[in-house]
């Protein structure tokens, strides 16, 4: 797991793609919402995102 993180890492280095960093950011955290607010009170309201 960390190699592809480490790979994704030096590919965005090396092909100067610096605009994929917000990209993945919105990703990481709409991915982290979902697992963290799925036991939770808000959990209606995401299950069509799952």
């Given at each position: 797991?960390?190699?592809?993180?480490k790979?994704?890492?030096?590919?965005?280095?090396?092909?100067?793609?610096?605009?994929?960093?917000?990209?993945?950011?919105?990703?990481?955290?709409l991915?982290?919402?979902?697992?963290?607010?799925?036991g939770?009170?808000?959990?209606?309201?995401?299950?069509?995102?799952?």
């Amino acid at each position: 797991m960390w190699d592809l993180v480490k790979e994704f890492l030096e590919f965005l280095r090396k092909e100067k793609k610096w605009w994929l960093w917000p990209l993945v950011g919105v990703l990481l955290l709409l991915a982290a919402l979902l697992v963290f607010a799925s036991g939770s009170g808000l959990a209606w309201a995401l299950y069509p995102f799952m």
